[in-house]
C-alpha cells in the first residue's frame, strides 16, 4: 500500500527543514480531508493518515519530531470532530 499524499508531503516537508514547513504540512491535511465531508469518513482519514505517518516514522526516523508536530495537528482535529459531535 502506498503512503498518501499528505504522508509524502510530510516527508519532503520534513526532510527540506524549510521555515513554514509544519504549516505546510498542515494545510496538505487540510486540503487531503476537503475530501471527506461526513465527520465518520473524515475520523477515518485521520485514522489513516496516523498509521501512514507511523509507517513514515519507522523508515525516516530522522523526522521523528516533524512527525510529532503533524501528529500533534491531528489530535486537535479529532478534538474538533467531538466538538462538533457533541
Keep these: 500500500m502506498a503512503l498518501s499524499e499528505p ?15 509544519i504549516v505546510m504540512a498542515e494545510q496538505a491535511i487540510d486540503s487531503y480531508l476537503d475530501d471527506y465531508g461526513r465527520p465518520g469518513d473524515r475520523a477515518t482519514a485521520l485514522d ?3 498509521r501512514d505517518l507511523a509507517r513514515l516514522r519507522f523508515v525516516e526516523p530522522d523526522l521523528d519530531a516533524f ?3 503533524v501528529e500533534r495537528y491531528i489530535d486537535l482535529l479529532y478534538r474538533d470532530l467531538a466538538r462538533q459531535a457533541a
Design 48 to 50: 489513516i493518515l496516523l
Design 7 to 21: 504522508v509524502h508531503a510530510v516527508r519532503r516537508l520534513g526532510s527540506a527543514a524549510q521555515i513554514g514547513a
Design 67 to 69: 512527525i510529532g508536530e
